[in-house]
């Protein structure tokens, strides 16, 4: 990548007032997020694309611990289809709504 090409790596992201840090490593995983370190690590050959959707899916499973519905969920294959669901169905729509929003307040 040269020097002219941008990177989307943010250092830190605040989930309801809670600061988490963001590390780019060589892991196996796309990502990972340590609750008590208030840390997410994402492997950092990801593209832009690839990280942005890294960090937002690191980011649900921070949302569910800092709002204690991980201790509702109690279980990882059950949070991480629920987050799945979010990535795949949920965030598309956003980014979509978000998209024909702007196109249409810039127009007025
Ligand atoms: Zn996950």
Do not use: W
Not at 3 to 32: C, M, Q, W
Not at 35 to 42: A, C, E, G, N, P
Not at 63 to 81: F, K, M, R
């Amino acid at each position: 990548m040269t020097a002219r090409e941008s990177y989307y790596k943010p250092k830190s992201i605040s989930i309801a007032g809670v600061t988490f840090k963001i590390h780019y490593k060589p892991i196996n995983d796309y990502g990972l997020c340590d609750i008590d370190k208030k840390l997410i690590t994402i492997r950092d050959s990801l593209s832009n694309q690839e990280t942005l959707e890294t960090i937002l899916h690191e980011s649900l499973h921070a949302c569910l611990a800092v709002s204690g519905l991980s201790y509702l969920i109690n279980n990882e294959d059950t949070e991480e289809a629920l987050i799945r669901c979010i990535d795949s169905l949920y965030i598309p729509i956003v980014k979509n709504q978000l998209a024909r929003y702007k196109k249409n307040i810039t127009k007025n």
